[in-house]
């Protein structure tokens, strides 16, 4: 399936880095979406969205939902017009 934009919600928007320095405030996210981890995690998946993700954003993602719901957290690890990468957190 494809990625649906209007499904992306900011739930937080944050400080700015933790040292106090400025740059983009940080995001939190909530994705919901009939797609599967493997499908939302590919390159590229979220590419559409690049002017709306910052490196640093968190998106807790809603998946699967017409099959076998589950829960995921990611970070974006980088952003710009050609492409948004995102990273599974597996720790917390």
């Known amino acids: 399936m494809a990625l649906t ?10 400080a700015t880095r933790p040292n106090g320095q400025a740059g983009a405030r940080r995001k939190l996210h ?7 981890h493997a499908t939302v995690s ?5 590419s ?11 998106i807790l993602a809603a998946l699967d939902l017409g ?3 589950q829960l995921r957290a990611y970070i974006v690890t980088a ?9 599974q957190i597996t720790t917390v």
């Open 5 to 14: 934009p209007n499904s992306l919600t900011v739930l937080s928007i944050g």
């Open 67 to 69: 099959g076998t719901p």
């Open 30 to 36: 909530l994705y919901t979406s009939d797609d599967t």
């Open 79 to 87: 952003s710009s017009a050609s492409s948004v990468s995102i990273a």
């Open 48 to 58: 559409a969205l690049y002017q709306r993700l910052n490196p640093g954003d968190i």
């Open 42 to 46: 590919g390159a590229g998946y979220f």
